[in-house]
């Protein structure tokens, strides 16, 4: 092969790796959704851990809601082992779990009392929310704007702890607009104790302390 080639077929190597470069580049600068570039939307969202943040109840209306921006939040931090007490009401769920002794918990509800399994899953499923509990910082809303939903919160938690302090944790869902999403739907936040915001979260989170007798029974 003669120099002559070699420097063609060089400069045409050169040309196409240009042209490649430039429509790459055009790609994602005219490619956009929500003002954004698609490179930037597809690195958005981060999933949801389905071990640490989720279960396979019912999700809130968009999909979206199941992941949570790069911005998040802790809204609380509990570890199980230093409550004594926790005592949940609402119109359907309303029981009291104790720790009677060191990891030996007791639920009592209407119609039952039971020692509880240390392998139940349900409590397994409260420990780790208690814990893990993230919420979407783009979410996050004054309480003064939604004081009148928590008149009639969807659930309430309270939770009081071996050193004698309490914490109360009140959550609703309500039809709602968040910043960041194009929808509005069935939105779930959560208040703790007399904060000033609350907290925007997904319903699964809400779910892990909806415990039926029959699920703590098991």
């Known amino acids: 092969m003669s120099d002559k080639t070699k420097k063609i077929i060089y400069f045409s190597l050169l040309f196409i790796l240009g042209a490649a470069f430039v429509i790459l580049y055009n790609l994602d600068k005219t490619i956009e959704t929500d003002g954004q570039s698609i490179v930037d939307v597809a690195t958005k969202w981060i999933p949801v851990d389905e071990d640490t943040q989720t279960n396979t109840a019912e999700s809130d209306s968009l999909d979206s809601e199941n992941y949570y921006k790069n911005e998040t939040v802790t809204p609380f931090k509990y570890d199980l082992d230093d409550i004594s007490e926790i005592k949940v009401t609402s119109d359907y769920y309303n029981y009291t779990l104790s720790q009677e002794k060191a990891k030996n918990w007791m639920y009592v509800s209407e119609n039952l009392t039971c020692n509880v399994k240390r392998n139940n899953n349900s409590l397994n499923k409260l420990r780790n929310i208690l814990f893990n509990i993230k919420a979407d910082n783009y979410g996050t809303k004054d309480y003064s ?58 319903y699964s989170n809400v779910q892990r302390f909806m415990i039926t007798d029959e699920l703590i029974n098991k």
Not at 169 to 195: C, N, P
């Open 145 to 202: 704007d939604y004081s009148r939903y928590f008149e009639k919160p969807l659930l309430t938690a309270k939770l009081t702890f071996k050193d004698k302090s309490t914490h109360t944790l009140q959550f609703i869902r309500i039809e709602d607009q968040v910043r960041h999403m194009a929808d509005s739907g069935k939105r779930t936040y959560v208040r703790v104790d007399d904060d000033t915001v609350i907290y925007f979260i997904v």
